[in-house]
């Protein structure tokens, strides 16, 4: 158990900030910083009395944009695409909320 846990730290120990925030990179004499939304999980079972056991990860890289430096000042620019992509879910519920309420006030 000690060797599975100690691999999957392996694995695992380059998700986070050096995921999030990419290495640095100039272009045109600006320098650009991409940034990403980052998650990961994992888990595992234990032997039972029938002898199964298993586990499994995942996890998804979501990039958000760049930050640029132009003229010594940092800039955030969004990717739209993913901003859109993080919006459908709150535009759909948002949807929801306003039916379910316009349909409670006429009841």
Do not use: Q
């Amino acid at each position: 158990m000690a060797d599975t846990f100690a691999s999957l730290v392996d694995t695992f120990k380059n998700m986070g900030v050096a995921r999030a925030y990419g290495t640095p990179v100039n272009l045109g004499g600006k320098e650009i910083v991409p940034v990403a939304l980052v998650s990961f999980g994992f888990g595992g079972g234990m032997e039972s009395e029938e002898g199964a056991s298993g586990g499994g990860g995942g996890g998804f890289v979501l990039p958000l944009g760049v930050y640029r430096t132009v003229n010594g000042i940092p800039a955030f620019r969004p990717n739209t695409i993913a901003v859109l992509a993080c919006l459908v879910p709150l535009v759909a519920v948002a949807g929801r909320a306003a039916r379910r309420a316009i349909s409670a006030t006429r009841k």
